[in-house]
């Protein structure tokens, strides 16, 4: 059945009003998606463009969570480096304060007096300087008694030119050869401090005392020689060749011998009180370390890390490999304190031992600041990379948004302009319409 035929008139203000309708639905499509391209329809280009770049946008701000996470693990182990350098500093306290108190078993002997009764008479002085004055050498092999205007000797002969002393002290040596003009005790005993692995002095009783400056047995020789200062040092190291009973000693004493100067075995009750604490605080970096795990990767503990910062795969794919270190106490040269003297262990009784423990944990700080070192270095790596991935994420999608979205200041004014051109239409389809209604009236 055929519609209404409409005048010319009428059909053409029709057709104006249905297409402004039309173009009013589109622009309140856009105010109402604030969006120009809605679909590939109204600009494929715009459109798919703008969709690549929100999926990249979209990978890159997914990948943040795993970056995050990265951060935290990196960070919890650099708290745990941090808490292990407290446990190695509260070790050096610990070990400062057994060093600060004296040693007990260190090995002495007093050897028979050089001086007596007779000659502290004769000279009116004491034992004790009397010995220190007295000269190594003298003119024959029989000791001189010291007198009122002679300091006596030892009963060396001076044909012996050279004197020379050997100490040993677990594996350190000290050797030394000097002349033997003029040389009394004093100097010898002068000669032996110098070592620093033994001291000497002579007491009120006249009798010269060497005492080790650690707990090891301490070997000790004393020899004359007419060759050479060699030859004197050869000579005080052997048993049979030694001058040790010259000085009060005995050639069983020689470093080669077989009754060194040993350890009295008498502990210090400060030093044994202090093993169980440093023990527990060397045991706390163990599980320490343990602890500095995040979301179940511990750096700390050998464990690897790899933090990806874009979306690509394959050899295209850029991240952050981290692969931790074990960290323990045996790792770090820290050994076990013991009161006794074993191999692999700390003696706290022993001032050497003491001496290697101070070095250990200087060298494990130093370890420990390494590690920090290379942690804070990946840290702010993966820091950076963060910061970066969310403003190209950012970056993304503004660029995503300007290719689609609608203006709405232009948008609106549109659609103000299309209202008005609207309400002008209905005017004149109905202006269109009087002429129709013109003709009706002519049958009226």
Known sequence: MAGPILSSGVRNNLLTLQQTTAQQNVIQNRLATGKKVNSAIDNPVNFFTSASLNDRSNQLT??????????????????????????????????????????????????TALATAAEAAVTSKSLKDIALDKSIVGADALVTPATASSSGDLGIINTQTFLGLSITAGSTTYTASFSSANATVRDVVNEINKSGIATAFVDEKGQLNVKGTGSETVGFGFASSAVDGPTAISDAAGAATNDNAALGFSAGDAVVGTSSLTSSNVTSA?????????????????????????????????????????????????????????????????????????????????????????????????????????????????QTRQDFTKELSNVLTTGADNL?????????????????????????????????????????
């Open 62 to 111: 997914g990948l943040l969570d795993g970056i995050s996470n990265g951060i935290q693990t990196i960070q919890s182990a650099s708290k745990g480096i941090d808490g292990i350098t407290k446990l190695v500093q509260s070790l050096q306290s610990t070990v400062k304060q057994a060093q600060a108190d004296a040693a007990q078993n260190r090995p002495t002997k007093a050897g």
């Open 270 to 382: 400060v030093r044994s009180n202090l093993i169980q604490q440093f023990n527990d605080l060397r045991a706390q970096i163990d599980q320490l370390a343990k602890d500095s795990s995040f979301n179940g990767i511990n750096l700390l503990q050998g464990d690897r890390l790899s933090v990806v910062f874009n979306e690509k795969t394959g050899t295209n794919q850029t991240k952050l490999d981290i692969q931790g270190s074990t960290l323990t106490a045996d790792n770090l040269g820290i050994s076990q304190a013991v009161n006794t003297q074993l191999a692999g262990f700390f003696n706290f009784q022993n001032d050497a031992d003491l001496d290697k423990a101070t070095a250990a944990l200087t060298s494990s700080l130093t370890s420990l600041k390494s590690l920090s070192s290379t942690l804070g270095s990946n840290l702010s790596v993966a």
């Open 404 to 444: 689609v979205a609608a203006d709405s200041n232009a948008e609106g004014a549109s659609l103000l302009a299309l209202n008005t051109r609207q309400q002008l239409s209905q005017t004149a389809l109905s202006l269109a319409n009087q002429a129709d209604q013109g003709v009706l009236r002519l049958f009226q």
